[in-house]
């Protein structure tokens, strides 16, 4: 069957998935290899004083047991950030490393103190229980304000107050200046500090990592979920201290991701030095309560926002002060999110034309922070948001004009904004009115009164987004033909569940006019695929841009063999799904038939090509979100009732992948704004450590979720595509909060709303019943 751009069809991958047939890390060499045990810090700081694993060693079934002192006699290399920022004053961060176990400091309840590697996962268990180790606990600091005041607790020394960076980004000076004579010209200033809170990844597969030696000396063999084999490959390798391409990471699929499995973590590096040292497979399967204590973290900024705005409520000037909380060490590309990442979509989808960005990363005694799906977007987006709402709050105007009249507008299509990067198209007020008629926005008083006659509030709320996506360069695909006619194709990055494979078979299959079954897509392998990494929702901008650019060149290739078979001129040769015909006669061949035709079992097809591909510039998606709630005062308990969200993703591939993808994103701002609630005591203890306490959003909590398209085509890539992958985490937040504080006639209200904090804000409202 042929596949067309444009088609809603269901992926090739489904029908394997849930029949079973997935392989997933735990799946390879089911039940073979030595088993891992880590003993973790109870205290999330303290000076580690003594370690006694003697006993440990001698247990039953034990064959290693390693601290970082064994790592350091090995030479054994340590984590380190990859994005050195450069601070205001010009000068860049001082950089700080983190070693796979605790040397003599740890910074976070449950680093790694101790391994145990044993024949069975109950004698590493047991073997744990064995070790001694004395530690004193100093003073923690969770919190990004807490941690800057005078006589914080320190972490480093290289960070005085606790700031690992001071970054500044737009235009600092004219910002300050319009800050400085807005009273005196006669306008108006408007602020907010919003609290944008921690989020536990919490995918349906955590960590697995299974090592062993390779087939040829010194080398090494590794099973792990990843979104990109080379990269975890080339860390790990730099780490033991091997060449890059004696170790060799397979990544199978991968059950979920969204942003942490980019990053190496300790304990890959802990299992695959283990593998080497003892000549052995050695497997770990993480329990989901060590990801709670361990995993790379999403999200967790405060940020100050204000703007200037005139009497109409047009935006001025702009600017956002965020204390970013690093964590306690410094993740793969921790310090780009709130930075770089973050500024990019600063001013979101209005027309503000002086604005600058500051953040501040502060190191605190949690696990380290990174990128969570939207990666430092969905941060500031909440946060210009909620200031937009404040500005409706504070000035009478409603919020959908206050959004109306600060919009970019069509006709300044491309759009440069003031942090320096151009908006290539789109219309944004146009839509927006789309969402409130598709919203019935006017309806909503008749639908509140009807609740208010049952006893509760109901509210509405609203936002738009904004997403830069798509941009850059990625190693692409690899094409290769064999004598059958079938096509291979390898390809960067790696699919966590996003249907990878049926994209990029469907738009060969539409530029080639290849049936679908003949087209295998191939990823995970750090020996043979492209060099990338998913994330960014930049897959289908890259490579399936590479895959739309090497069938081009794959049918001019054809070309000249197609006229030849069929005798016929170049110019009386024409090319349309998959055929080539002479235009002056009946005569036509197949692309595939050409293949076979033309394939040498002994020398590589002459078709098989090497496709990078670079982007010209980002793709900015962007839409917007409207929420409606209700909320029973007798149990403080929010029900969301309806949600509507348009957006422009520019062309589309696949409108039934693109909605699940738009919804899952959804169902996790929506976890964010109502339900995922990370909490550390005034020691750094995890007081949400497990799915009893931290609440995921569930399906009898989520609507029907009304999702349309307005869509403009992206300038920028060869598909015309924008990145869905993350929008819906960046819209719906704040739509849900408008929508809560609507129903509440507050201003604000902190993520998460819960039963609780609704609770509190009637007490201290003497809000009563509806």
């Given at each position: 069957?042929k596949?067309?751009?444009?088609?809603?069809?269901?992926?090739i991958?489904?029908?394997?998935?849930?029949?079973g047939?997935g392989?997933?890390?735990?799946?390879?060499?089911?039940?073979?290899?030595?088993?891992?045990g880590f003993?973790?810090a109870?205290?999330?700081?303290?000076k580690?004083?003594?370690?006694?694993?003697?006993?440990?060693?001698d247990?039953?079934?034990?064959?290693?047991v390693?601290?970082?002192?064994?790592?350091?006699?090995?030479?054994?290399g340590?984590?380190?950030?990859?994005?050195?920022?450069?601070?205001?004053?010009?000068?860049p961060?001082?950089?700080?490393?983190?070693?796979?176990?605790?040397?003599?400091?740890?910074?976070?309840?449950?680093?790694i103190?101790?391994?145990?590697?044993?024949d069975?996962?109950?004698?590493?268990d047991?073997?744990?229980?064995?070790i001694?180790v004395?530690?004193?606990?100093?003073?923690?600091?969770?919190?990004?304000?807490?941690?800057?005041?005078?006589?914080?607790?320190?972490?480093?020394?290289?960070?005085p107050?606790?700031?690992?960076?001071?970054?500044?980004k737009?235009?600092?000076?004219a910002t300050?200046?319009?800050?400085?004579?807005?009273?005196?010209?006669?306008?108006?200033?408007v602020?907010?500090?919003?609290?944008?809170?921690?989020?536990i990844v919490?995918?349906?597969?955590t960590?697995?990592?299974?090592a062993?030696?390779?087939?040829?000396?010194?080398?090494l063999?590794?099973?792990?979920?990843t979104?990109?084999?080379?990269?975890?490959?080339?860390?790990?390798?730099?780490?033991?201290?091997m060449?890059?391409?004696?170790v060799?990471?397979?990544?199978?699929d991968?059950?979920?991701s969204?942003?942490f499995k980019?990053?190496?973590?300790?304990?890959q590096?802990?299992?695959?030095?283990?593998?080497?040292?003892?000549?052995?497979?050695v497997?770990?399967?993480?329990?989901?309560?060590?990801?709670?204590?361990?995993?790379?973290?999403?999200?967790?900024?405060r940020?100050?926002?204000?703007?200037v705005?005139?009497?109409?409520?047009?935006?001025?000037?702009?600017e956002?002060?965020?204390h970013?909380?690093?964590g306690?060490w410094?993740s793969?590309?921790?310090?780009?999110?709130p930075?770089?990442?973050?500024?990019s979509?600063l001013?979101?989808?209005?027309?503000?034309?002086?604005?600058?960005?500051r953040?501040?990363?502060?190191v605190t005694?949690?696990?380290?922070?990174?990128?969570?799906?939207?990666?430092?977007?969905?941060?500031?987006?909440?946060?210009?948001?909620?200031?937009?709402?404040q500005i409706?709050?504070?000035?009478?105007?409603?919020?959908?004009?206050?959004?109306?009249?600060?919009?970019i507008?069509a006709?300044?299509?491309p759009?440069?904004?003031?942090v320096g990067?151009?908006?290539?198209?789109?219309d944004?007020?146009?839509l927006f009115?789309?969402?409130l008629?598709?919203a019935?926005?006017?309806g909503?008083?008749?639908?509140?009164?009807?609740?208010?006659v049952?006893?509760?509030?109901?509210?509405?709320?609203?936002?738009?987004?904004?997403?830069k996506?798509?941009?850059?360069s990625?190693g692409?695909?690899?094409?290769?033909?064999a004598?059958?006619g079938?096509?291979?194709v390898?390809a960067?990055?790696?699919?966590?569940g996003?249907?990878?494979?049926?994209?990029?078979?469907?738009?060969?299959?539409?530029?080639l006019?290849?049936?679908?079954?003949k087209i295998t897509?191939?990823?995970g392998?750090?020996a043979?695929?492209?060099?990338?990494?998913?994330?960014?929702?930049?897959?289908?901008?890259?490579?399936?841009?590479?895959?739309?650019?090497?069938?081009a060149?794959?049918?001019e290739?054809?070309?000249?063999?197609?006229?030849?078979?069929?005798?016929?001129?170049l110019?009386?040769?024409?090319?349309?799904?998959?055929?080539?015909?002479?235009?002056?006669s009946?005569?036509?061949?197949?692309?595939?038939?050409?293949?076979?035709?033309?394939?040498?079992?002994?020398t590589?097809?002459?078709?098989?090509?090497?496709?990078p591909?670079?982007?010209?510039?980002?793709?900015y998606?962007?839409?917007?979100?409207?929420?409606?709630?209700?909320?029973?005062?007798?149990?403080?308990?929010?029900?969301l009732?309806?949600?509507?969200c348009v957006n422009?993703?520019g062309?589309?591939?696949?409108?039934?992948?693109?909605?699940?993808?738009?919804?899952?994103?959804?169902?996790?701002?929506i976890?964010q704004?109502?339900?995922?609630?990370v909490?550390?005591d005034?020691q750094?203890?995890?007081?949400a450590?497990s799915?009893?306490?931290?609440?995921?959003?569930?399906?009898?909590?989520i609507?029907m979720?009304?999702i349309?398209?307005?869509?403009t085509?992206?300038?920028n890539?060869?598909?015309?595509?924008?990145?869905?992958?993350?929008?819906?985490?960046?819209g719906?937040p704040?739509a849900?909060?408008?929508a809560?504080?609507?129903?509440?006639?507050?201003?604000?209200?902190?993520?998460?709303?819960?039963p609780?904090?609704?609770?509190q804000?009637?007490?201290?409202?003497?809000?009563?019943?509806?």
């Amino acid at each position: 069957m042929k596949f067309e751009i444009g088609q809603g069809l269901t992926r090739i991958e489904d029908h394997r998935l849930v029949t079973g047939a997935g392989v997933y890390t735990d799946d390879v060499k089911a039940g073979e290899g030595l088993r891992v045990g880590f003993l973790r810090a109870p205290f999330a700081h303290a000076k580690l004083l003594s370690l006694d694993v003697s006993a440990a060693a001698d247990a039953p079934g034990v064959v290693l047991v390693a601290t970082q002192a064994d790592l350091d006699a090995d030479n054994i290399g340590e984590i380190a950030c990859k994005n050195v920022v450069v601070n205001s004053d010009n000068n860049p961060m001082p950089m700080v490393t983190k070693p796979p176990m605790v040397r003599d400091i740890n910074r976070y309840a449950g680093d790694i103190v101790a391994m145990v590697v044993a024949d069975s996962q109950m004698h590493a268990d047991n073997a744990l229980d064995l070790i001694e180790v004395d530690f004193d606990p100093l003073d923690a600091v969770t919190d990004v304000y807490a941690a800057v005041a005078e006589g914080a607790p320190q972490l480093y020394s290289e960070y005085p107050s606790n700031i690992a960076f001071d970054w500044q980004k737009g235009d600092p000076a004219a910002t300050k200046d319009s800050f400085a004579t807005a009273k005196q010209d006669g306008h108006k200033i408007v602020e907010v500090d919003v609290i944008n809170g921690r989020v536990i990844v919490n995918s349906v597969e955590t960590r697995p990592i299974i090592a062993a030696p390779g087939d040829d000396p010194d080398t090494l063999l590794i099973w792990c979920g990843t979104q990109g084999a080379r990269s975890i490959s080339t860390q790990i390798a730099d780490a033991l201290n091997m060449p890059h391409d004696a170790v060799r990471v397979l990544t199978h699929d991968v059950g979920g991701s969204f942003g942490f499995k980019i990053f190496l973590h300790p304990e890959q590096v802990l299992v695959s030095w283990a593998a080497r040292t003892l000549g052995s497979l050695v497997r770990w399967q993480q329990p989901r309560s060590d990801g709670f204590l361990s995993d790379i973290q999403g999200r967790d900024t405060r940020t100050k926002a204000r703007a200037v705005i005139d009497d109409s409520g047009r935006i001025l000037a702009y600017e956002a002060d965020v204390h970013a909380n690093m964590g306690a060490w410094l993740s793969n590309f921790s310090t780009a999110i709130p930075t770089i990442s973050a500024n990019s979509a600063l001013t979101g989808t209005y027309d503000i034309p002086v604005a600058s960005l500051r953040v501040r990363g502060v190191v605190t005694n949690t696990p380290a922070i990174d990128a969570y799906r939207g990666a430092g977007r969905p941060e500031l987006i909440y946060a210009l948001e909620r200031l937009l709402d404040q500005i409706a709050f504070e000035t009478g105007i409603s919020r959908v004009d206050v959004r109306r009249r600060n919009l970019i507008k069509a006709d300044q299509m491309p759009y440069p904004m003031a942090v320096g990067i151009t908006i290539d198209s789109g219309d944004m007020p146009a839509l927006f009115e789309t969402a409130l008629q598709r919203a019935d926005w006017d309806g909503f008083a008749a639908r509140r009164e009807a609740a208010h006659v049952k006893g509760l509030y109901r509210g509405i709320g609203l936002g738009m987004y904004l997403e830069k996506s798509g941009d850059g360069s990625d190693g692409g695909v690899h094409i290769s033909f064999a004598a059958n006619g079938y096509m291979t194709v390898l390809a960067s990055q790696q699919c966590n569940g996003q249907g990878h494979r049926m994209t990029l078979t469907q738009i060969l299959s539409d530029k080639l006019g290849y049936d679908a079954d003949k087209i295998t897509v191939q990823q995970g392998d750090s020996a043979t695929m492209p060099e990338g990494t998913t994330g960014g929702a930049r897959m289908t901008a890259l490579i399936g841009s590479a895959a739309a650019k090497a069938s081009a060149s794959i049918i001019e290739m054809a070309r000249p063999q197609a006229a030849q078979k069929l005798d016929c001129a170049l110019d009386d040769l024409a090319f349309d799904d998959g055929i080539f015909a002479d235009k002056a006669s009946n005569r036509s061949i197949t692309l595939a038939d050409l293949v076979i035709a033309l394939a040498d079992e002994k020398t590589p097809h002459m078709f098989d090509i090497r496709q990078p591909y670079a982007s010209d510039g980002p793709s900015y998606p962007y839409g917007c979100h409207i929420a409606e709630v209700e909320i029973d005062p007798a149990t403080c308990k929010v029900k969301l009732d309806r949600f509507t969200c348009v957006n422009d993703f520019g062309v589309v591939i696949n409108p039934v992948m693109l909605e699940g993808q738009i919804q899952g994103g959804i169902v996790q701002g929506i976890g964010q704004a109502l339900y995922e609630h990370v909490v550390y005591d005034d020691q750094g203890q995890l007081l949400a450590g497990s799915l009893m306490d931290y609440t995921l959003p569930r399906a009898d909590h989520i609507p029907m979720l009304d999702i349309t398209m307005r869509n403009t085509p992206c300038q920028n890539n060869a598909l015309g595509v924008k990145g869905a992958g993350q929008a819906g985490a960046i819209g719906a937040p704040h739509a849900v909060i408008s929508a809560v504080c609507n129903a509440l006639s507050i201003p604000h209200i902190d993520m998460p709303a819960t039963p609780s904090s609704i609770w509190q804000v009637m007490q201290t409202r003497n809000i009563t019943a509806a």
